[in-house]
């Protein structure tokens, strides 16, 4: 079994900061990607963004430039440093793990934005 714990959602105004963490606890071998989806009401899950084992990254155009994804693979956990946040980033933030051929997902922590 394989827990997910994610922190640091909150609510800020527009062009403000917030920081999430994903930390990864169990039968943990290991962890091949990691990586940020979001879900805003009526919308489908999308992906933010994702990195490999080995640092590789992956954007979504719409943050680009804004948000950075990071990990520690001492900790297992994975970092998403959102800058210049939009009222259109507002979602519920879930964290995804691949590890052997196996995808596990956090609970999902509240982002929202306010203009």
């Known amino acids: 079994q394989v827990d997910l714990v994610e922190s640091g959602g909150g609510s800020v105004q527009a062009g403000g900061s917030l920081k999430l963490s994903c930390v990864a606890s169990?039968?943990?071998?290991?962890?091949?990607?990691m990586g940020w989806y979001r879900q805003a009401p009526g919308k489908q899950r999308e992906l933010v963004a994702d990195?490999?084992?080995?640092?590789?990254?992956n954007y979504a155009d719409s943050v680009k430039g804004r948000f950075t994804i990071s990990r520690d693979n001492a900790k297992n956990t994975v970092y998403l440093q959102m800058n210049s946040l939009k009222p259109e980033d507002t979602a519920v933030y879930y964290c995804?793990?691949?590890?052997?051929?196996?995808?596990?997902w956090g609970q999902g922590t509240q982002v929202t934005v306010s203009s």
């Open positions: 169990g039968d943990i071998d290991t962890i091949r990607a």
């Open positions: 990195i490999t084992r080995s640092g590789r990254t």
């Open positions: 995804k793990v691949i590890i052997s051929l196996y995808v596990y």
